[in-house]
Antibody
Framework: QLVESGGGLAQPGGSLRLSCEAS????????MNWVRQAPGKGLEWVSH????????YYADSVKGRFTISRDNAKNSLYLQMNSLRAEDTAVYYC?????????????WGQGTLVTVSS | DIQMTQSPSTLSASVGDRVTITCRAS??????LAWYQQKPGKAPKLLIY???SLESGVPSRFSGSGSGTEFTLTINTLQPDDFATYYC????????FGQGTKVEIK
């Protein structure tokens, strides 16, 4: 199970930190991702972190502004979002990589809404 | 970057129909393709991975095929629960989703 939190209203240029708490599986064995969905739009991959914490990848749209991290001792994934823009408004999902042999996403959280507006 | 293009964007069908959705990659992605189903207000659900492997618990009326740049998702005997939006996703190079195909009631 994956449960996101930390969403809410932020001003343009502001910051938010999202969290994703994992349970019922060995969190430290899986790569994790953040995927977002703007209102009424499709899915956009945001960032990936491997099971050990490295390597890390970002979509070009968030590179330099967002930072993904994880704490395997706390079974938690994070997304630090800085320099927020209106176009970052979306539901943010955390998603688990299926396995070390297959990098599809087999488990998803319920999502947390981030709204960037003045 | 690899671009994924789905067709059609919207599909009207009736219960019992056979439905096919196509996904095209801008370059070869081998078989590194997944299909997801999403219902309004819900998280996506993995249906197919590695182009044709059925995820555990997914009904056998769902099937996937293709390799390289052309892929299809087929739903045999469409059920009421299948009306949803479907996304393809490549994971050959990072991750990219198609724009989605909404399957609506005819």
């Amino acid at each position: 199970q994956l449960v996101e939190s930390g969403g809410g209203l932020a001003q343009p240029g502001g910051s938010l930190r999202l969290s994703c708490e994992a349970s019922k599986f060995t969190f430290s064995s899986y790569g994790m991702n953040w995927v977002r969905q703007a209102p009424g739009k499709g899915l956009e991959w945001v960032s990936h972190i491997s099971s050990s914490g490295s390597p890390i990848y970002y979509a070009d749209s968030v590179k330099g502004r967002f930072t993904i991290s994880r704490d395997n001792a706390k079974n938690s994934l994070y997304l630090q979002m800085n320099s927020l823009r209106a176009e970052d408004t979306a539901v943010y999902y955390c998603a688990r990589v299926t396995s070390s042999d297959d990098y599809s996403f087999d488990y998803w959280g319920q999502g947390t809404l981030v709204t960037v507006s003045s | 970057d690899i671009q994924m293009t789905q067709s059609p964007s919207t599909l009207s069908a009736s219960v019992g129909d056979r439905v096919t959705i196509t996904c095209r990659a801008s370059q070869s992605i081998s078989s590194w393709l997944a299909w997801y189903q999403q219902k309004p207000g819900k998280a996506p659900k993995l249906l197919i991975y590695k182009a044709s492997s059925l995820e555990s618990g997914v009904p056998s009326r769902f099937s996937g095929s293709g390799s390289g740049t052309e892929f299809t998702l087929t739903i045999n005997t469409l059920q009421p629960d299948d009306f949803a939006t479907y996304y393809c996703q490549q994971y050959y190079s990072y991750w990219t989703f198609g724009q989605g195909t909404k399957v609506e009631i005819k």
